[in-house]
């Protein structure tokens, strides 16, 4: 159980370009996904939180407009990177957390999504 | 500002001997606790979670909780190559994780 996917695994896209990531909870309902970055030999940061239904919250220092959140369901959020440059060049990981009590109310995470902007 | 700190390393162990990876945190209303393991290139995965104070066993893998000195740490027993990555501690402060920023353990054969 607890099984999060993200798609795509890996995205090359040019200057400019607008690319988004899909993060789906597939055996259980997410009432809040997160998403991170992390940039090579750094550790996880964390961007926002994202409960179904309502606006993500972003944090300090992450560019709300840019990084285009959307939890529309208990199953989906996407992540909109808006006119990518090369510096948004990272490793994008999202994370699910169910309701409730258990192991399922703890954080799962997808695989992680590598974006490269040229 | 709640923190938690982890000694980068890397920590460097013999095949087959015990591992021993700790983290400090210092929000002392910290509930629970988590260490995730992270391979080079992939994302993290959760591999042990402990709520009380003492031990908790899971295969070769103990989480031990002190929340008096507010520290918590992971032994990892006959290590393995395979166990070679890098371990985060995450506390969950507030219905957030607060993240360390991971210690690189490395298992030589």
């Known amino acids: 159980g607890a099984v999060v996917s993200q798609h795509p695994s890996w995205v090359i896209c040019k200057s400019g370009t607008s690319v988004k990531i899909e993060c789906r909870s597939l055996?259980?309902?997410?009432?809040?996904m997160f998403w991170y970055r992390q940039f090579p030999k750094q550790s996880l940061m964390l961007m926002a939180t994202?409960?179904?239904?309502?606006?993500?919250?972003?944090e300090q220092g992450v560019e709300k407009d840019k990084f285009l959140i959307n939890h529309a369901s208990l199953t989906l959020s996407t992540l909109t990177v808006t006119s990518a440059h090369p510096e948004d060049s990272s490793f994008y990981i999202c994370?699910?957390?169910?309701?409730?009590?258990?192991?399922?109310?703890?954080?799962?995470f997808g695989p992680g999504t590598r974006l490269t902007v040229l | 500002q709640k923190e938690v700190e982890q000694n980068s390393g890397p920590l460097s162990v013999p095949e087959g001997a015990i591992a021993s990876l700790n983290c400090t945190y210092s929000?002392?209303?910290?509930?629970?606790f988590f260490w995730y393991r992270q391979y080079s290139g992939k994302s993290p995965e959760l591999i042990m979670f402990?709520?009380s104070n003492g031990d908790k066993e899971d295969g070769r893998f103990t989480a031990q909780l002190n929340k008096a000195s507010q520290y918590v740490s992971l032994l990892i027993r006959d290590s393995q190559p395979s166990d070679s990555a890098t371990y985060l501690c995450?506390?969950?402060?507030?219905?957030?994780?607060?993240w360390g920023a991971g210690t690189k353990l490395i298992i030589k054969p």
């Open positions: 055996d259980f309902q997410a009432t809040t």
């Open positions: 402990i709520y």
């Open positions: 994370s699910a957390r169910g309701g409730g009590r258990g192991i399922y109310n703890e954080q799962f």
């Open positions: 929000d002392r209303g910290s509930q629970s």
């Open positions: 994202s409960n179904e239904g309502s606006k993500a919250t972003y």
């Open positions: 995450a506390v969950k402060s507030n219905y957030q994780l607060i």
